[in-house]
């Protein structure tokens, strides 16, 4: 079996597994023990709320796919910084702005555009848009945009809890920090392993197969969003 086609059956077989499990199972969730520390906490906690902010981005599997959909074909470390910066500034604009704004949206609606952001970038990467549409899209407006929904999505979730007022500001703040953190340790690591493949003959050979892949898992997320969302309604 060539081995472009047994990575789409590969695909294929992680989508029917997925599709077994219950929508709630892929959304964007605060474990229970974590959720319950947020909703009885009552003043400044800043290291418990940096770590939570960071455990968060580093488990967040939707953040960490779009960022290495982003920094796949970036081989210098100005250009990742850059990128990094922009979605950074879009994720704490919203997240900020949800919280102390008390910006509302549906969570799965969010998530599902968060989801779409992972097939965007994967195309991006396959130089879809190019080939398919003959466009070439701003890829540093893009990525700033959906870095705004990316917060918008941590942000629908800490508007679940009945958040104490005392030293929110602090707490949120801290939160904020602690995803950020999260995001350089898990980038460091994924831009280290990419760059190691890189030396490797097979890289551009494989990167296409890499991609289709990251787009699969995007589909997978909006579709359980989505799902998510008619199931609530």
């Known amino acids: 079996m060539p081995i472009r086609r ?30 319950a520390f947020v909703v009885a906490n009552s003043g400044r906690a800043i290291a ?24 796949f074909f970036l081989y210098r470390l100005k250009d990742v910084l850059l990128y990094v910066s ?25 998530d599902a555009i968060i989801g779409f952001s992972v097939v965007y970038k994967a195309f991006d990467n396959m130089n879809g848009f190019q080939r398919v549409l003959g466009v070439e899209p701003n890829t540093k407006i893009a990525v700033l945009i959906f870095g ?10 800490l508007q679940e809890f009945a958040l104490s007022p005392n030293g929110l500001v602090a707490n949120i703040l801290s939160f904020n920090v602690g995803v950020e953190i999260g995001q350089f340790l898990a980038l460091t690591a994924v831009f280290i392993g990419l760059s190691y493949w890189r030396t490797r003959a097979g890289f551009l050979r ?19 969003q989505l799902t998510g969302y008619m199931v609530t309604r």
């Open 6 to 35: 047994r990575w789409f059956v590969v695909a294929l077989v992680a989508i029917a597994v997925l599709m077994a499990i219950a929508p709630d199972a892929l959304a964007h969730n605060v474990s229970k023990r974590d959720a």
């Open 48 to 71: 418990a709320f940096m770590y939570l902010g960071a455990k968060h981005m580093v488990t967040g599997y939707d953040h960490l796919l779009f960022l290495v959909g982003v920094i």
């Open 86 to 110: 922009l979605f950074t500034i879009g994720h704490s604009t919203t997240l900020l702005l949800g919280v102390f704004g008390g910006v509302h949206a549906n969570a799965y609606v969010i």
């Open 148 to 157: 705004l929904f990316h917060g918008f999505g941590l942000a629908t979730k």
């Open 206 to 224: 494989h990167a296409f197969v890499t991609n289709t892949l990251l787009m699969t898992g995007g589909f997978i997320l909006v579709g359980y």
